[in-house]
């Protein structure tokens, strides 16, 4: 079946650093990949949308410069916090959409900024 | 706009009880609807989803879910839970004419947990 690796699991970072957050499809190619964002007891809120080779499409209310998606191939995808905040404290998830798997989602970033 | 509801928070069973964990859509066409379960820390797997065809579908672990468009519902049902069960359970819409490959939008999620 269908694999995304998602890198790292855990991540604690000062305040004012960046951290970069990694997605990758292990044996399929992803038409796109999503970003997910989840708070401790809550739901996963979409950040933003990736197509390979283009720009994010970043959901209302999410700060694009602050969260940078790059799609760079059909198998990868990163998520850089940049200028982390303990606000930006999270729980981090990826997708990646294909036609033939669906969406399979990786298991996840808990990223705590102190 | 499309809209997930998951009317009960937290839920509670007794190992070998039924369950039904309940979830509402709001849509203007066919919707795409999807169940998933997270353990604590995890990411997401899917249990199952309802493109068409059979409104009844079957899922992994024993997990059902009926597709009811007049009650723009779509429960999950099992018949009897196991401890292994207890964790979060979220139902998911997905974009119009998207298919497999557009957003989904998720309700606030179930905790589930089983008494033994």
């Known amino acids: 079946g269908a694999v995304v690796s998602q890198h790292p699991s855990r991540v604690i970072c000062k305040s004012g650093t960046s951290v970069k957050i990694e997605c990758r499809s292990l044996?399929?190619?992803?038409?796109?990949m999503f970003w997910y964002r989840q708070f401790p007891k809550q739901s996963l809120m979409l950040m933003a949308t990736s197509n390979e080779g283009s720009k994010a499409t970043y959901e209302q209310g999410v700060e694009k410069d602050k969260f940078l998606i790059n799609h760079a191939s059909l198998t990868l995808s990163t998520l850089t916090v940049t200028s982390a905040h303990p606000e930006d404290s999270s729980f981090y998830i990826c997708s990646a959409a294909s036609a033939n798997y669906g969406y399979t989602f990786g298991s996840g970033t808990r990223l705590t900024v102190v | 706009a499309q809209s997930v509801t998951q009317p009960d928070i937290h839920i509670t069973v007794s190992e070998g009880a039924s369950l039904e964990l309940r979830c509402n859509y709001s849509y203007g066409a066919t919707p795409y609807l999807f169940w998933y379960v997270q353990s604590p820390g995890q990411g997401l797997q899917l249990l199952l989803k309802y493109f068409s065809g059979d409104t009844l579908v079957q899922g992994i672990k024993g997990f059902e879910a009926e597709f009811k468009r007049s009650q723009s519902s779509f429960n999950l049902r099992k018949p009897s839970v196991h401890w292994s069960d207890a964790a979060e359970y979220f139902c998911?819409?997905?974009?119009?004419?998207?298919?497999?490959?557009?957003?989904?939008?998720f309700g606030q999620g179930t905790t589930l947990q089983v008494k033994p």
């Open positions: 998911a819409v997905g974009a119009m004419g998207s298919g497999n490959t557009g957003k989904l939008i």
């Open positions: 044996d399929f190619q992803a038409t796109t």
